[in-house]
């Protein structure tokens, strides 16, 4: 681990400000997934500005009927939350279903947004990977490789991951939003559909984020109700990555949003397969997974996304 | 020494009162208030500990051709640096070690230790490893068993065994089967990583080690280092898990006792998570062939197993053949095994070595032979049980009940109620199937010495170098020596895991609850004679040894009345005779297991299991069952998630971390019961008792494969039983 400097923040535009001032500074809230990374030798920030002192972790009500949700608000929290448990309880379900209880206990909702990717090549820095650095190649599309865990779509020729989370998947199908702000004091809300960005030929970006920006809360629309499903397919019963996860938020009348989570770099989720939803699973993923690439060892997460759909839309009917 | 040349007759064991008990574990406590202290926690028994942090080679095959540490050499915190191509090449520890653990410039495997940074903190010596740059020049290798394999199934040139004329009774017969099967590597992923503790003085090294063999480590440390095995000293008390990679020395223990004795301070090694699963050992893949003859009443006439498995250049990999040849009869009989050698890390023994894979194949090939033949797939394998070796008939099993265990189990398990036709059963969405396989594994047992010493408090001290892995030895050694000199369990201390203590088994095949409860036996009788001779009596046997009192003609005295003036002190060993080889020593088991598939999904979950076990006498039934329960676990994992998954094109296991290497979690452990067959086989050892420790994940993973199939009609033959082997299959 190189060495860093560490900074308490107490409130948002001290910890921004902060950030302005320290070039290469990064946030730090649960520490689960970046303190890893840094003791892996895979992420190496001069400064740490610790953002668990900005008293932004309390679920409000909004004048549009939604929620607002701190940044560090935990995931047990949040998942637990009665108001989440009652009108957005996909958001209850999927969380539930990431990590364990321990580490739910402290990660955050920023941070659960912007853990990284769990392509086994990118926690091997001896690997070339271009998401860990830019430029060196993706060991993960050399023949031979391991491609299991990777993504079938939306994927690039210089990165094949997946973003690993779950409760983004809910949020996607909730249209939920990102706040931030930025040491000028802009304040941006981005739609969780354009907050995490496909690699293209720049995956060390993961999202749209610019550095130094900070995420204050996540908004959560007014509730829309219908069934909420949430279904991870994976190796083992818990505690495990997916393979698949569908998302499903299914009304009376048929109509519906389904995302997906384990197939894409970044929560997947299309309005031409939501509306595709009165005609059934196939109908659905046709669209969703139309243009996808799989590969040698993960073409099977095509035909697992739309059995997973078939039974969630069998329970919720 | 106690010489065992002959079944043991009736013994007061036989009329046991605390050895076969179920006493929970004397560790128990230490182990969940983290009092026990594992070998990276030895914080206060030397001063000026300094911490190293190996660099690992990122090549699979060639030569260092540079390496560069000044910067390393810079950071802060800094001590040394000790380099392979400066140290040059070492001598290889131990004869069941393949892949040089440290020294020299060749790299034979990816993660291979070519340096180690010493510094003040771990952190300090973690950031410097980073910055050591190292240039190869990279040689290709073999890395794809696959490759070899069309050739090798149908090459029998060089048979393990061959009895009869297989080729000619297998074409003969009836009904006949012929697959190939795959089990994948698998890697040991125990808890506790390997971590050593070096310390040199006067020439002399001693290391507190996790291991399961103690003095292999001291002959390797020796052999390693040029000393005689009495200028080393190996401490080893507690194991966190070893499943056969701490059986031998590992990079760990030579980079602290190289860098130990270069800097001239006592350094400690742990080897980092990521390490583990390319820089160890692993289980290697197989790849695997059986072919079966049968007459329609469902005798077996010809049986071929050939099993390929990848190892470096002089390993032995994994023989997947050698249960096949003992476990169903059959006239005709052809076993191979093939070594594909390949440049991937060592492949060396994991838990129940060649039975477990072996067994994963085996015991699917007789559920499929039973269907053909239209055969309850249990009384197919009675039919064909055997009590003496099928090559050779003047060969008896010492003591063998696989019949009953799977009728035993049949009955538990209401098997008679099983889903006849696969896919016949539901419960909504999820398809129900019921699987069955038999177990089988080897009764070894090893030369196991022990020291009882009784103390002026009437306390004994138990002392042998035997090792505890989480097995429960600490428990099972003391209510040995309870039994033998009739003291409550409370009374008897056992120190373990010290090379200066004598010389024991250790932990490894199954063999050392066996062999090392035997040892403290021995011991225990020595024990009572010496007390017998200081009381004037000639044959100790005429004693009573009761309540912490011996009782002769001539009245009862306490025992620590007879320690009031110095301790009492007694030594022995066993020594098992060859008349064990003249027949075979073995155990056995039936798995039975219901498990659900999800119609859509594919997802499977495990709604109960049983294992019923013929291990002989079970010394301790709290931690047999333990013992057995964990087998089960790891067969589900075997079974359901367990891939070492390699990269052909690099050569290595690109997961380098339990969230990428999938053990099983608590949520996909159904019910699991557990039936000991009520035996005792006079020919394993004084105490009739053998191991249950492999025994217990033998033949689990084809139970659940053969659940599958009747849960779905989709025969799966390859391991692990993920979803995409058979989503296609099921019902839309
Ligand atoms: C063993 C294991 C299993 C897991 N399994 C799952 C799983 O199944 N499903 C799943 O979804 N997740 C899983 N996770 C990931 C876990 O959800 C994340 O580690 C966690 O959500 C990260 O939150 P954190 O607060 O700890 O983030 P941190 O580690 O503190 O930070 C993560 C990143 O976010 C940045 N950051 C944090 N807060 C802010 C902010 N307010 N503004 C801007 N940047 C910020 C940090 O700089 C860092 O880059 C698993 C993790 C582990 C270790
Ligand atoms: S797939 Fe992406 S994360 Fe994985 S090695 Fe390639 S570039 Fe790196």
Redesign the pocket.
């Known amino acids: 681990m190189k060495p860093f400097s560490y900074h308490r923040a107490s409130d948002a535009a001290q910890a921004v400000a902060r950030a302005a001032e320290l070039p290469g500074a990064r946030f730090i809230a649960g520490g689960t997934n970046l303190l890893d990374l840094m003791k892996l030798g895979i992420e190496a920030p001069a400064h740490l500005i610790d953002v668990n002192g900005l008293g932004l972790d309390q679920i409000t009500e909004t004048p549009a009927g939604g929620l607002r949700i701190g940044t560090l608000v935990s995931n047990t929290a949040l998942s637990a939350d009665d108001r989440v448990r009652r009108d957005y309880p996909l958001l209850t379900r999927a969380i539930a279903a990431g990590a364990s209880g321990q580490l739910r206990n402290k990660a955050t909702t920023g941070g659960n947004l912007l853990q990284r990717?769990r392509?086994?090549?990118?926690y091997d820095t001896a690997?070339?990977?271009?998401?860990?650095l830019p430029g060196s190649?993706?060991?993960?599309?050399t023949p031979g490789a391991v491609t299991r865990p990777?993504?079938v779509i939306g994927?690039s020729q210089?990165?094949?991951?997946t973003h690993p989370s779950d409760m983004a998947v809910a949020l996607r199908a909730l249209d939920a939003e990102v706040g931030t702000l930025s040491a000028d004091g802009a304040r941006r809300e981005i739609p969780l559909e354009s907050f995490h960005r496909l690699?293209g030929a720049m995956?060390e970006h993961d999202t749209v984020l610019r550095p130094g920006e900070l995420i204050t809360h996540v908004t959560l629309p007014a509730p829309v109700g219908g069934r909420q499903l949430y279904h991870k397919v994976r190796d083992r019963a818990s505690y495990a990555f997916a393979l698949v996860s569908v998302a499903l938020i299914l009304q009376p009348d048929g109509t519906g949003r389904v995302a997906l989570g384990g197939v894409a770099p970044k929560p997947w989720r299309r309005p031409e397969a939501d509306a595709a939803l009165p005609r059934g699973a196939g109908a659905v993923m046709e669209r969703l997974l139309e243009g996808a690439r799989p590969l040698s060892g993960n073409a099977f997460k095509i035909p697992l996304a739309t059995r997973t759909l078939a039974a969630l839309l069998k329970e919720a009917a | 020494m106690m010489d065992f040349d002959q079944p043991a007759g009736d013994s007061r064991i036989d009329l046991s009162r605390i050895l076969g008990q179920p006493a929970t574990r004397i560790d128990g406590p230490l182990k969940v208030s983290g009092a026990a202290r594992y070998a990276y926690e030895q914080h206060d028994v030397l001063e000026g500990q300094k911490v190293g942090y190996p660099v690992l080679a990122t090549i699979a095959r060639g030569r260092i051709t540079a390496m560069r540490t000044t910067a390393a050499a810079a950071m802060p915190g800094v001590i040394g640096i000790v380099t392979a191509p400066e140290v040059g090449k070492m001598p290889k520890p131990f004869a069941f070690n393949v892949a040089p653990l440290f020294g020299g410039d060749e790299v034979v495997h990816y993660h291979q230790a070519i340096a180690v940074v010493v510094a003040d903190s771990f952190e300090e010596a973690r950031a410097a490893a980073a910055r050591v740059e190292v240039d190869y020049a990279g040689e290709t290798g073999g890395f794809d068993l696959h490759g070899l394999w069309p050739e090798r199934r149908e090459d029998a040139r060089d048979p393990v065994a061959r009895v009869g004329d297989f080729e000619a009774a297998f074409a003969a017969a009836p009904v006949r089967l012929d697959h190939d099967y795959s089990t994948p590597a698998h890697s040991h992923a125990m808890m506790e990583p390997h971590a050593t503790l070096a310390h040199w003085q006067d020439g002399r090294l001693t290391v507190w080690t996790s291991n399961q063999m103690v003095e292999w480590a001291r002959t390797g440390l020796a052999s390693t280092f040029g000393l005689s095995e009495d200028q080393v000293r190996v401490i080893s008390p507690y194991v966190g898990g070893g499943f056969g990679t701490k059986l031998v020395l590992r990079a760990d223990a030579i980079l602290a006792a190289q860098a130990a004795r270069r800097l001239g301070c006592p350094v400690k090694v742990a080897l980092p998570r990521p390490a583990v699963m390319n820089n160890t050992s692993h289980r290697a893949a197989t790849l695997q062939r059986i072919r079966i003859g049968a007459e329609a009443d469902g005798r077996i006439t010809a049986i071929a197993h050939t099993a390929l498995s990848n190892t470096l250049p002089g390993g032995r990999g994994e023989n997947a053949v050698d249960q096949s040849r003992w476990f169903y009869a059959g006239a005709h009989r052809l076993f191979v095994h093939h070594l594909g050698e390949m440049h991937l890390p060592e492949s060396n023994a994991m838990r129940a070595p060649g039975e477990a894979p072996g067994l994963m194949a085996l015991e699917i090939a007789m559920d499929e032979m039973a269907e053909k033949l239209r055969m309850d797939p249990v009384a197919f394998r009675i039919r064909n049980d055997t009590q003496v070796s099928p090559e050779d008939p003047d060969k008896p099993f010492s003591d063998r009940h696989f019949s009953e265990c799977l009728t035993r189990g049949a009955e538990a398990f209401g098997w008679s109620d099983r889903p006849l036709r696969p896919g016949s059963r539901r419960d909504g969405d999820w398809m129900l199937g019921w699987g069955v396989a038999g177990a089988y594994r080897g009764g070894p047992a090893m030369t196991s010495g022990a020291r009882l010493r009784l103390q002026p408090s009437g306390r004994l001290l138990v002392e042998t170098s035997m090792t505890d892995i989480g097995t429960g030895s600490y428990t099972i050694l003391a209510q040995t020596a309870a039994e033998v000199l009739g003291l409550p369990l409370e009374a008897v201390e056992v120190r373990l895991g010290d090379s200066d203590l004598p010389a024991s088994a250790g932990s490894g095949g199954q063999w050392g609850a066996a062999s090392a409860t035997a040892g403290v036996y021995a011991a225990g009788l020595a024990l009572r004679t010496e007390i017998a001779r200081r009381l004037g009596v000639n044959d100790a046997d005429t004693l009573v040894f009761e309540a912490g009192t011996v009782r002769g003609s001539d009245g009862a005295r306490s025992l620590a009345d007879l320690a009031a003036e110095g301790e009492i002190v007694a030594e022995d060993a066993i020594r098992f005779g060859d008349f064990r080889k003249r027949q075979i020593v073995a155990t056995f088991g039936a798995h039975f297991v219901e498990l659900g598939v999800h119609a859509l999904t594919g997802e499977i979950r495990l709604r109960r299991m049983l294992a019923v076990c013929d291990a002989g006498r079970i010394l301790n039934p709290v931690t047999a069952r333990s013992q057995v329960i964990g087998g089960m676990v790891m067969g589900v994992g075997a079974a359901l998630m367990e891939e070492a998954a390699i990269d052909t094109g690099r050569g290595f296991f690109p997961a380098h971390d339990l969230a990428g290497y999938e053990v099983p979690v608590h949520a996909d452990i159904p019910v699991q019961e557990v039936i000991f067959l009520d035996t005792a086989d006079a020919s394993a050892t004084p105490l009739k008792a053998k191991g249950v420790g492999e025994l217990g994940l033998c033949g689990v993973a084809a139970a659940i494969a053969n659940a599958l199939y009747n849960a779905t009609g989709v025969r799966v033959r390859d391991y692990p039983l993920t979803l995409e082997h058979y989503l296609d299959e099921l019902p839309a």
């Open positions: 990717t392509c086994p090549y990118f690997m070339p990977c271009n998401k860990r190649g993706c060991a993960a599309s990777l993504g994927t210089a990165c094949l991951a690699p995956p």
